[in-house]
């Protein structure tokens, strides 16, 4: 089992939509959990860290449910600006403040006027 | 003010040559990373650096050599470089955490390497 899997995508949208990515991760010992997004020839930029209760940030809410090892990022009233490649990422396990991100292959993202 | 920079942007060069990719940061951070992000968009951890201290090596050819000079660099040198290395190498940095937290990684804007 890969460490951290998303949703194959591309997911092509209209504006307006409302989309959910899907991930999961083996790591059972994994605390910190983050979406980053990634645009086309761009670095990965933090989107949102994923807290256990959930949280919201404008039109995106993360979701973690730590039995499952599942992760979900919904984005609601999708914008153009949307368009990007959206990374699950989770932490490895290693000494003290060095433990790797691991990061899943990411879920394209195209929202279509 | 750019956060993580590195250089160059671009770099093409031939099978069997030696070059380097510089990194650095002005964030204050005392962790530096390298990661590598294949044709197919896979992202991997190459190494990490904490306070100029080799932290985290993975399986990563002996010809990729990574240097720290100071809290604020990481450099990545590669010794006969192979086809298969053309990708864009990233380097981030984050502060520490606790055992078995991470904090958000700030990325450069990336390597492209083609090796021809």
């Known amino acids: 089992r890969k460490e951290v899997e998303q949703d194959p995508g591309p997911f092509n949208v209209p504006e307006g939509a409302t989309v959910a990515f899907n991930c999961t991760y083996s790591?059972?010992?994994?605390?910190?959990f983050f979406w980053y997004r990634q645009d086309c020839r761009k670095e990965p930029k933090l989107l949102m860290s994923?807290?256990?209760s959930g949280n919201e940030d404008g039109r995106f809410t993360a979701q973690l449910n730590r039995a499952s090892q599942y992760i979900s990022l919904l984005i609601r009233d999708s914008k153009l600006s949307d368009s990007a490649t959206y990374l699950c990422?989770?932490?490895?396990?290693?000494?003290?403040?060095?433990?790797?991100?691991?990061f899943g292959k990411g879920t394209r993202l195209s929202v279509i006027a | 003010d750019t956060a993580v920079s590195q250089t160059p942007k671009y770099l093409v060069t031939q099978m069997g040559n030696d070059k380097s990719i510089k990194c650095e940061q002005n964030?204050?951070?005392?962790?530096m990373y390298w990661y590598k992000q294949d044709s197919k968009k896979f992202l991997k951890i190459m190494f990490s650096?904490?306070?100029?201290?080799?932290?985290i090596n993975e399986t990563v050819p002996n010809r990729f050599s990574p240097k720290s000079p100071d809290k604020a660099h990481l450099n990545l040198h590669i010794n006969s470089l192979e086809l298969g290395d053309s990708a864009v190498y990233f380097c981030?940095?984050?502060?520490?955490?606790?055992?078995?937290?991470?904090?958000?990684?700030?990325f450069g804007p990336g390597t492209r390497l083609t090796v021809l």
């Open positions: 981030a940095s984050s502060h520490v955490r606790a055992a078995g937290l991470a904090n958000e990684q700030f």
């Open positions: 790591n059972s010992a994994s605390q910190s």
């Open positions: 994923v807290y256990s």
């Open positions: 990422v989770v932490n490895g396990w290693g000494r003290s403040g060095n433990t790797p991100l691991v």
């Open positions: 964030l204050g951070h005392d962790t």
């Open positions: 650096y904490n306070n100029k201290e080799l932290i």
